[in-house]
């Protein structure tokens, strides 16, 4: 269950409304995440990631923008 989920942080990371973070993801401190976006599972992200987006991969890249 996500919420059982083990947290440890060296810094603060923001997770703004209505994101979703898959398993084994990796956030380094100082990152924020935007609203309504998406990370793959086994991302590593290491920089802040724009609302509506969806990131993966090894350092995380946008993979696609959420467009209303």
């Known amino acids: 269950m996500p919420n059982k989920r083990k947290i440890r942080s060296k810094g603060p990371v923001i997770i703004e409304k209505n ?3 898959g398993r084994n993801v ?3 401190p100082n ?5 309504g976006s998406i990370v793959g599972a086994n991302s ?13 991969g090894v350092p995380a890249r946008i993979i696609k923008e959420i467009r209303n």
Do not use: K, L, R
């Not at 990152?31 to 609203?35: A, K, L, M, Q, T």
């Not at 590593?44 to 993966?56: K, L, R």
């Open 31 to 35: 990152v924020v995440i935007g609203e």
């Open 44 to 56: 590593v992200v290491t920089h802040d990631v724009p609302p509506y987006s969806i990131v993966g």
């Open 26 to 28: 990796c956030i380094m």
């Open 19 to 21: 994101a979703w973070i």
